[in-house]
């Protein structure tokens, strides 16, 4: 399994921007698919973005389709969820996966721990 750590959460005021940061250990970063998930305060994890292994496959939520996008570099071990134009919400944990290029959160055995974004005014 890969150690996943993430960065970039935080507060920001609706309309705002926030890049989050997913780094992993270890050389088999690249064989995997790395999702984007988050939860919500009683809710369970929702997909959000998807990048294939080699970057050349992605996939979006409908709802964050052109606000967000995924992105990542094998040469660095490091996957980034770029969030544009964030609309007024609760708070959510945002946490990053390896696992196959699918939107279940059944698809992912390899998790990072979670990152708080707040959007409020």
């Known amino acids: 399994q890969l150690a996943l750590i993430l960065s970039g959460g935080g507060s920001v005021q609706p309309g705002g921007s926030l890049r989050l940061s997913c780094a992993a250990s270890?050389?088999?970063?690249?064989?995997?698919?790395m999702a984007w998930f988050r939860q919500a305060p009683g809710k369970g994890r929702e997909f959000v973005a998807v990048?294939?292994?080699?970057?050349?496959?992605?996939s979006l939520t409908d709802s964050v389709k052109g606000r967000f996008t995924i992105s990542r570099d094998n040469t660095k071990n490091t996957v980034w969820l770029q969030m544009n134009t964030l609309p007024p919400a609760d708070p959510a944990v945002y946490s990053c996966a390896a696992g196959s290029y699918r939107t279940p959160v059944t698809a992912y055995d390899n998790w990072g721990q979670g990152t708080q974004v707040t959007v409020s005014s």
């Open positions: 990048v294939s292994w080699n970057g050349g496959t992605k």
């Open positions: 270890g050389r088999t970063f690249s064989t995997y698919a």
